[in-house]
């Protein structure tokens, strides 16, 4: 399976970006695919996670209310839609993709493949 992340770049606080992550390769009829994020020096942290029905989303706190997460099946694509950024949200983020039996769904352990990161920029 490959995964191919998009659609960071540099945006001012209160922004929008759109994230997507294409999978293409070997499918599954049931997988997880997650968005996470990473800062210099701390542990990758689980942003958001989406069922491939798109029928159970998750959500870490920080971003609830902000961030949406969808699936397009047709096109093996997930999204991460982020509006009122914030320059905490700064960060490189990575999509990744779990499939049966799914592992602990919050930490980067429990999933199997995982795209190149994308860089989302804030400015205050």
């Known amino acids: 399976v490959q995964l191919q992340a998009s659609g960071g770049g540099l945006v001012q606080a209160g922004g929008s970006l759109r994230l997507s992550c294409a999978a293409s390769?070997?499918?599954?009829?049931?997988?997880?695919m997650a968005w996470f994020r990473q800062i210099p020096g701390k542990e990758r942290e689980l942003v958001s996670a989406?069922?491939?029905?798109?029928?159970?989303?998750y959500y870490a706190d920080s971003v609830r209310g902000r961030f949406t997460i969808s699936t397009d099946n047709a096109a093996n694509t997930v999204y991460l839609q982020m509006n009122s950024l914030k320059p905490e949200d700064t960060a490189v983020y990575f999509c990744a993709l779990d499939h049966p039996p799914y592992g602990n769904m919050w930490i980067p352990g429990g999933y199997d493949y995982w795209g190149q990161g994308t860089q989302v920029t804030v400015s205050s």
């Open positions: 390769g070997r499918t599954f009829s049931s997988f997880l």
């Open positions: 989406i069922t491939r029905s798109g029928g159970s989303t």
